[in-house]
């Protein structure tokens, strides 16, 4: 009897940690991507206070009375719970640039104009008012402000999209060679196309200026595209011949004895079982291509990538973090957004059939 209770107690503990760890992992994961996500909604007066509020205000606050130099516009903050003065000016326009500004709230002179006329009519030391937040204020002014964003982001989408071309038709025929042929120094090769992701970028990059610059492409979304596929190549082929030869030779074989050709045996019956494997390679391209920045920095002068604008975001915004994030957060929707189309064909390679 006490030995069943002391293996259920042994049980339960072990449980215990192992759930006490899985949580943990999770949290450490998860709460870098809040961290940023929340920063991304923030307003600039926010984001620069400590400690950092966790979640974005949804209304500002305000308290309106007469100053020195005309009007003080004080602003409740959540921490120290009590207002705080932001502005003594009789300037509507100076109040309501702060306003937007720092404070990323909607308003209107005409309405500031109507809260003035309301202090005054009133007869009282002050009033108070309230406005609503634009969440979406950092991620508008982002696009506004930073320079080239939207083409920059149109472009990246077309040097990602280039790169998965170049690296799938060349990584994925030579992967398919690796596995269904046999020739000398198949194997010494096959190590070989790694040998280049050994390298940083940066060392790639450097040499490539002077190709890229004789060739015309550099500065050119055809040219980064070329760069990013020296490396997705390599690993395109080894995913793609780890595929190719878990694929049956004589399903080929079969396609062929009932009339088809041996590209129609390749169209029609490898090909679609070799899509999870192809999906993974086209993922790994995707986000390689999306990501890279210190490549695009030195290969790119007047068409940077959107890696970049955001890059430059984040030195130049002078206490503007938030900017920054919504940028990051901008630049993680299409690879989640890639990621999330082609879930079904990873979910496949992973010994999934459906999502």
């Known amino acids: 009897m006490n030995r069943k209770v002391n293996k259920k107690i042994i049980k339960a503990a072990k449980d215990t940690v192992f759930y006490l760890f899985l949580t943990t992992l999770i949290a450490g994961m998860l709460l870098p991507v809040y961290f940023i996500v929340s920063l991304s909604f923030l307003s600039t007066r926010e984001a620069y206070r400590y400690p950092l509020p966790l979640v974005p205000a949804l209304k500002t606050d305000f308290e309106l009375t ?155 979304p055809l040219g980064l595209s070329l760069i990013y596929s020296v490396g997705a190549i390599g690993l395109t082929i080894w995913i793609t011949a780890s595929i190719f030869m878990g694929i049956p030779k004589s399903l080929e074989e079969a396609a062929q004895v009932f009339g088809g050709s041996k590209l129609q045996a390749f169209m029609r019956v490898t090909l679609p079982l070799a899509l999870p494997g192809l999906a993974a390679s086209a993922m790994y391209t995707f986000l390689g291509a999306w990501n890279e920045t210190v490549a695009a920095i030195i290969l790119t002068q007047f068409k940077p990538t959107f890696s970049v604008v955001v890059y430059q975001t984040l030195l130049g915004a002078q206490g503007n973090v938030n900017l920054a994030a919504a940028g990051g957060i901008a630049m993680a929707l299409p690879a989640l957004i890639f990621t999330f189309f082609l879930r079904r064909y990873i979910n496949q390679m992973w010994g999934g059939v459906t999502v």
């Open 66 to 220: 007469y100053g020195e130099n005309g009007y003080i516009l004080s602003v409740w903050d959540r921490t120290d719970k009590e207002y705080q003065t932001v502005l003594d000016t009789n300037e509507v326009e100076k109040m309501e640039v702060y306003i937007k500004a720092r404070l990323g709230t909607k308003i209107t002179q005409e309405e500031i104009r109507a809260e003035i006329a309301r202090l005054e009519n009133s007869g009282q030391e002050s009033i108070f008012f309230t406005k609503p937040r634009s969440l979406l204020y950092n991620y508008d002014t982002f696009f506004k402000v930073t320079r080239d964003a939207v083409p920059a982001l149109i472009r990246s989408i077309e040097i990602a999209a280039l790169t998965i071309l170049i690296s799938l038709s060349i990584g994925g025929l030579a992967g398919y060679a690796f596995a269904r042929y046999i020739f000398k120094g198949k194997d010494a090769l096959r190590f070989s196309v790694l040998f280049v992701r050994m390298f940083p970028g940066v060392a790639i990059a450097l040499p490539m200026v002077f190709i890229l610059a004789k060739a015309n492409l550099y500065d050119e």
